[in-house]
């Protein structure tokens, strides 16, 4: 990290995973993310394929529970620019699709994934226009 963060702002993301090779091949094939090895042992720094940081947006929600019974504690949503080529990603990396895409008018394209851990993970595609 280049910055210190701002007091009130989502400062650390991270993702727990039982299985640490599975889910980096699986962030790897769906986001396109690069894993560095940073601090402790089995800790590793989460960046995108040119190096910079994938970034967060924060927000306040009710719980999310889907259809299978799995409850997002915290949620993480990771802008995309193609949903469907992200899930097919996911089913192919050893994951499962959550909530297939459906869209949110004003806003984009959103699904959810879950790793093979079971960590659910949004999948957004926003629209151009609603910046």
Do not use: K
Not at 7 to 28: C, K, M, P, Q, W
Not at 78 to 88: I, L, Q, S
């Amino acid at each position: 990290m280049t910055e210190t963060p701002r007091a009130g702002t989502v400062a650390h993301i991270a993702i727990n995973a039982d299985d640490l090779d599975a889910s980096r091949a699986f962030y790897e094939a769906v986001l396109d993310w690069r894993f560095t090895p940073w601090g402790p042992p089995e800790f590793f720094h989460v960046q995108g394929p040119d190096g910079s940081s994938p970034g967060v947006l924060g927000a306040l929600q009710r719980r999310r529970t889907f259809d299978d019974g799995t409850m997002a504690p915290i949620e993480v949503t990771v802008a995309v620019d193609d949903v469907a080529a992200c899930c097919a990603a996911a089913r192919a990396s050893g994951g499962r699709v959550l909530m297939e895409a459906t869209v949110i008018s004003g806003v984009g394209e959103l699904a959810f994934v879950a790793d093979p851990g079971g960590t659910p993970i949004g999948l957004m595609r926003y629209d151009a226009a609603a910046d």
